[in-house]
């Protein structure tokens, strides 16, 4: 199934929620922390991903949580993603690692997230433009989702500036709605904290997926999101959730803890549809 | 011994060829395709750094020829690292890996490069911002090369919209120049394919260094980069080859063609001084 078949399928059971699987040493469970980080990280999230995987649309490792860890790490996303392919191959999974180097470079890329880990979709960076992502865009049974606003507080130092009546970020918005999503594998990526920007690129790509980090920790509201970011068919978005779902408790039932604040959280969506 | 006082050495030394090592299976020579990617690799780079240490500036590899074989790429790429740590202690090594996350997750890659795999500079992503990237602005220790003006036939599409009267790539260049570089330790990465741009970009750094690649293979030449992007000193530069170089000959000669062909470049780039 492709990604979009994938996400479609979540859509229509209304799940929207996606959980980052960002593990962090430090904040693991104390009983994890005697075994190697590449043990306490696959202990651990295999168990997040039991416990709510039938209330996700979608499960998104961040590369930089596993790179920290170096090859070790490398094992331990490895590890992650044939779990969930094996285990919930009905959900996709999408590795944010925001990538983007020129043209003959991306295939080292693209080759690691698409035929080593076997992931559904990646983040990608714009600023070397759409022709050096050919190699991204040109695979049609994947899906990449380009850094439209990113929703750290200081994302405005260009995305924000003016070019004639518009905003950077709406001019990538635009770019990759009508130049690069020829084969309708694209989505952007908007953060949670940013209501206006998420209205003006929903108004800007149409029924486009957009996957948005940045709720909770961050200071996002399921209320924003739902208001502005919906497509036509009341769909579109995927709700990223990383800190607050999977350190939720760092006793032995985080699982079941994070498992309830997904099912929180998930519920607020649909109750603001 | 810092960033800075390493490349300062090599260019004291007029030395300013930096040999990308950025490893494709398929291009190796052939006695070497009945091992492992990882061994492979690892037995034809330390070959190709062992000739060309004296020549070059600096070694640079690219991750997304490692990561393209998952853990064991990591694994190469970790072992090159030391091997020239090891090897050569005065050879400053550029993680390219042109990453660029939101804050707190960006201390995954700066674990990654600078605790892990002990580089001593990396290129960065500018789109998210400084305030995205202060955990790499702070490794005073280390060196932050920001994509400015990039390589590819297609970076204008965003790099050279205009703003007022400055293009894109201008304003990134100027604010990594006054609000970045607070703590001395950045550089911008410019392409060698644009000469007009590079001379653009010198102006506006002054004497911070740049990282050049695209020289060769993607079209650029050493007299345009002499010509255009040289700091007040006739120094500041950092000029990547890597497939003309680890290419020249896919025999059993390949180190010895690959230190000629390095020479040849670093001889053409100290004519033009």
Redesign the interface.
Request: hydrophobic share 25%; net charge negative; aromatic share 12%.
């Given at each position: 199934m492709s990604f979009q078949e994938k996400i479609q399928n979540k859509w229509d059971q209304k799940k929207f929620l996606c959980v980052g699987l960002?593990p962090v040493f430090e904040k693991l469970p104390k009983h994890l922390h005697r075994k190697s980080p590449k043990q306490a990280f696959t202990q651990f999230l295999t168990q997040i991903i039991d416990r709510t995987a039938d209330i996700v649309c979608a499960f998104k490792p961040?590369?930089?949580?596993?790179?920290?860890?170096?090859?070790?790490?490398?094992?331990a996303l490895?590890y992650v993603c044939s779990y969930i392919q094996a285990a919930y191959p009905d959900i996709p999974i999408i590795l944010?690692y925001?990538?983007?180097?020129?043209?003959n470079?991306?295939?080292?890329?693209v080759?690691?997230a698409f035929?080593?880990?076997q992931v559904d979709a990646v983040t990608v960076?714009?600023?070397?433009?759409?022709?050096?992502l050919t190699p991204f865009l040109e695979q049609t049974d994947s899906f990449i989702f380009v850094?439209v606003k990113?929703?750290?507080?200081?994302?405005?130092?260009?995305?924000s500036?003016?070019?004639d009546d518009k905003k950077?970020y709406e001019?990538?918005a635009e770019?990759v709605a009508v130049e690069w999503n020829t084969k309708g594998n694209c989505g952007v990526v908007v953060g949670a904290t940013y209501s206006e920007e998420l209205k003006r690129v929903r108004t800007i790509i149409g029924d486009m997926p957009i996957l948005i980090p940045g709720l909770g920790s961050q200071g996002g509201t399921v209320k924003d999101i739902v208001t502005n970011a919906l497509d036509s068919k009341k769909q579109g978005i995927i709700v990223n959730s990383s800190r607050e779902v999977l350190y939720a408790s760092n006793g032995t039932d985080f699982a079941e803890a994070a498992r309830s604040k997904a099912q929180l959280l998930s519920d607020t969506i649909t109750k603001e549809l």
């Open positions: 960002d961040n590369s930089a949580f596993y790179e920290a860890y170096g090859a070790h790490g490398w094992e490895e944010d925001k990538r983007g180097d020129i043209g470079t991306n295939h080292g890329y080759e690691s035929e080593q880990l960076q714009p600023y070397a433009g759409k022709e050096s850094l990113t929703s750290n507080p200081g994302s405005g130092e260009f995305q500036l003016e070019l950077l001019v990538v770019h």
